[in-house]
């Protein structure tokens, strides 16, 4: 199964869960699995600019990127603000 | 009764409560904590809450709660059409719809877009007119981007509304949203170098239409305070009749009185803070004929933003950019909350 691990606000908006195991052969699939989805993903099915996706501890930016069964998918978030 | 202030901070929503005579409040919150809430609103139809929602890393949405704030749902698929070339980029003010038309609200974001939903929030559709309006190449956007901030309704004709975009001006449409025509004709556009009186392009910071008074519309513009009594056919300009300043956001009506009106003037637009070194909020009685001051007596140099103030039957409200929450009335002022996150939205609600 993937695993998809969650920053905290998305964590809340996903009912507080922060971790998800389900069945996705890329990463696409896999966010759009999510129920925190449309915070991911704008209107377009693009990753929104600030958000960042690593697969397996590494940065993907290419959502038809093949997942292992064992893929680890972790979102994070930009950080700066006030 | 007492009062329920819904307070939209850059760092959650606050909610206060007040007692009858409004001289006690209390602090409740924070609430969807991690959000900016442009703006906060309880709907008058069903006591249903919504805010709206932006984060500045997973953009713009709406929250809803129908159980007063202890759960929230999320608003899905809120975006623009591909063909546009857009995409949202944060929600700015929610309007409850007409009282018959239950479930209808009106949504306004960056962009200058306008959404309408017909399931309390649960599906939005983009306002087509809007977004392709004939003008629109003539818009430029304000300090806070290219928004649709103001949406106010006509309390007998469904049909007919107005909103406010910074900087286009104000648009009216009688047909439900089909069509919009500018309705700016005596604003001032005072930034431009010549030709002060476009047909779109005003920097409107807020309008309202008074709810018992068919026609009849009140503005914050970035150049001066205005009436119309004639559903913005044409506006009569009314800050050169005592207020010390014609630049401010924050704009609130009295809905039994159609001649009373509260605004709070800013020093200018270069200086943003309010005049005099303390907190004014000025009333007019007599249609902006002349104004009266109500002050809180302290050293201030503070900022009440466009949705920041709001009325009762028993005082009115504002909300600073430093955090601190008053209820004004004649020769009184209580501090009903103090230390909030920076206030971008107060709104009065008759507590349950």
New interface residues.
Partial sequence: MVVVLLP???A??AGGQKRFELDAATLNEALRALPVS???L???GEV?S??HVYVDGERERDLAAPLTPAAQVRIV??IA?G | MGVQLLVGTRKGLFTIRGDDERRSFEVQGPYLKGWTINHAVSDPRDGVLYACTNNWVYGGTVHRSDDDGATWERSENLGLPEKSGLKLASTWHLEPGHTTEPGTLWLGGEPAVLFRSEDSGASWEVNEAVLEHETRARWEPGAGGLITHSITLDREDPKKLWIGISAAGVFRTEDGGATWKPANQGTEACFFPENRFPEVGQCVHKVLAHPGRAGRLWQQNHCGVYRSDDSGESWERLDLNGLPSGFGFALALDPSDPDTAFVIPEESAENRVTCDGRIGIYRTTDAGVSWKLIVVEEPAWAAVLREGMSFDDEAVYAGTQSGHVYALRDGEVVEAARHLPPILSVEAAPLQ
């Fill in positions: 905290g606000l998305l809340t908006e449309s915070l991911i704008d209107e377009r929104r600030l958000v978030a930009a603000g």
